[in-house]
């Protein structure tokens, strides 16, 4: 059964740091990753994706990484913002395509 | 280029009665998933559809049952509701062939 992990659970920063946010999966053979992001009360938002031949994915400050041996992908937000200040969600997509399976998330908070 | 949308965006209901939540799609998108998220914990996966059939089905009891119309929309239905059914349930669709999905906002559903 695939688990993903998410670490840390919260991180709390000063504006302008770089900071780096875990993912880890049990099974590596998945369909593709996909990080999103949650503000209180609403639904998610895709960050990045990364299909299973990809290696990493840019958009902006985010850089996201795939290793799927090691069963590990990282997100990394270059000078944090307090706007970025949310909960980021990662999931893997099963080998049908078919459903995601999310980690519990960290829970980011950037003060200015 | 209207995204998933989801309705109603709040509801409360009394144990032991049934609801029924509503989504449509983002334009171009076939396929349709519903998710769970409890407080405090990442999004479970209760079932996705295709071509109007229930193509896969997470660990959730029969209580809780699909429907897709030809247009593409969804509903989920939940019957004898539990206050443990308590939660914000997504909407995510996605297109076959494609890679990514896209969640509306949800619905807040509260059991009392």
């Known amino acids: 059964k695939q688990e993903v992990t998410q670490i840390p659970a919260a991180l709390s920063v000063p504006e302008g740091e770089n900071l780096v946010l875990n993912c880890s999966f049990t099974?590596?053979?998945?369909?593709?990753l996909q990080w999103f992001r949650q503000d209180p009360g609403k639904g998610l938002t895709s960050l990045l994706l990364?299909?299973?031949?990809?290696r990493e994915q840019t958009s902006g400050r985010l850089n996201a990484s795939l290793d799927k041996s090691s069963g590990r992908s990282t997100l990394y937000i270059a000078a944090s913002q307090p706007g970025d200040s949310a909960t980021y969600l990662c999931a893997v997509v099963n080998q049908a395509g078919t459903a995601l399976i999310f980690g519990k998330g960290t829970t980011l908070s950037v003060s200015s | 280029d209207a995204g998933v949308t989801q309705s109603p965006t709040h509801l409360i209901k009394t144990r032991g009665q049934q609801v029924t939540l509503r989504c449509s799609p983002k334009?171009?998108?076939?396929?349709v998933s519903w998710y769970q998220q409890a407080l405090g914990q990442g999004p479970q996966f209760i079932f996705q559809?295709?071509?109007?059939?229930?193509?896969q089905r997470g660990n959730f009891p029969d209580r809780f049952s699909g429907h897709q119309f030809p247009n593409y929309s969804s509903e989920l239905n939940v019957n004898a509701l539990l206050l443990g059914d308590s939660a914000l349930y997504l909407c995510?669709?996605?297109?076959?062939?494609?890679?990514?999905?896209?969640f509306g906002s949800g619905t807040r559903l509260t059991v009392v």
């Open positions: 990364i299909q299973s031949s990809q």
């Open positions: 995510a669709s996605s297109a076959q062939g494609a890679y990514g999905y896209t």
């Open positions: 334009s171009g998108h076939d396929t």
């Open positions: 559809y295709y071509e109007e059939e229930e193509r």
């Open positions: 099974d590596s053979a998945i369909y593709n």
